[in-house]
């Protein structure tokens, strides 16, 4: 439960930063948060996971595992070690390829815990656009870091 509250609030999300002043809306704000800060823990759970997590398909919709096919794509290195070695069936995929286009390095020794928000925000933009190709998935994450606010 703490860790759901500092996701929301200093460390993720910023709540208390809404100016929001109504208490519906901001209950309305607070669901739409957990909705993204679910399929954060799930990644962070599943990352650390010998049995990489579970299935992709608990946790992502077909669209979104397709923009995530493309992304790895882009965002996988050229060394061994910045390739996505895991199963593109469990939930580790994606949380290897959300963490790369929120800006991590790739490398498994290093931690990922703001990437996760950044690279969520970025792969839903994606799929909202409604992308009518391959093409135009990675064109549309084209973004640099700073474009991105979590």
């Known amino acids: ?22 208490g ?4 309305k704000l607070c669901v ?3 909705t993204s ?3 954060v823990l799930q990644m962070n759970i599943a990352f650390n996971d010998k049995e990489e ?7 992502f ?10 992304l790895n794509k882009k965002y996988e290195g050229k060394t061994k070690k910045q390739k996505n070695n895991c199963n593109p069936k469990r939930t580790k995929w994606a949380a290897w390829v959300i963490g790369r286009l929120g800006g991590w390095k790739g490398y498994e020794s290093s931690r990922l815990r703001r990437e996760y928000f950044r690279g969520i925000q970025i792969c839903k933009r994606n799929v909202k656009s409604k992308y009518k190709s391959s093409a135009r998935c990675v064109h549309t994450v084209g973004l640099r870091r700073d474009d991105v606010h979590y």
């Open 37 to 39: 800060l679910l399929k």
């Open 32 to 34: 739409m948060m957990l």
């Open 1 to 22: 439960m703490e860790q759901v509250f500092r996701l929301l609030k200093n460390e993720g999300f910023k709540l208390e930063k809404c100016e929001l002043e109504e």
């Open 61 to 70: 919709d077909e669209e979104e595992v397709e923009c995530l096919k493309v």
């Open 24 to 27: 519906d809306a901001i209950r």
């Open 53 to 59: 997590g579970q299935p992709i398909a608990e946790v």
